[in-house]
């Protein structure tokens, strides 16, 4: 049965591996007052929301087959490599202008792809660095996001989730909306205090009569 793991799971999608664990654990509990045949129909559910969750994790980048059969994206795809791999230029911020400059930057069905392979190879590149050093730095990134307008593509926020997202796009993740609580209308308070006031006068006057 073909299932949306991420409404199932009640989640936005994420690459956060804690993020999809602390979903599925809640829903469990969830189910712990329900019946034990809704129990175990909905646990054998979430499970499976959960593996398919935890499997877009692994799955790389996809380009569209267009952009994977033309000649172009697949010489700017090595170039990309080849400049990840360099430890001299990764992080001049020269070799990324020539990268963004090149030809297949200029074909209007290889932008969005493009984009997002940068993207991805640098977190993977991010994520698997282990010396610090070595690392892609933050003027490297501002420049690739105002370049290629990673702060613009929503498809990118929802695939690797809103840590990376905001990492590799050097902007702060927004605050949780403040909802205030409604404020009491003080004039009808007012208006009920002096009635009831009223009233009781009455009742004493009533009681001394």
Sequence with gaps: MSIDPWKVLELAPTSDQQQIEAAYQQKLAELASESDQVREEQTALLKQAYEEAIQTLKQPFMPAEASQAHPLYQEFSEELSQLLGNALRRNQLTAWQLLVDHPAGQEHQLRDDLSALIFDQILHYQRTCEDDKQLISSEVLIYLTEQLEWSTRDDLRA??????????????????????????????????????????AIGLLMISV
């Design 159 to 200: 695939r690797y989730g809103d840590n990376f997202y905001y990492r590799m796009t050097q902007q702060h993740i927004p605050e949780p909306e403040f909802v205030p609580e409604p404020i009491a209308d003080t004039g009808n308070l007012a208006n009920i205090f002096i009635g009831l006031t009223i009233v009781c």
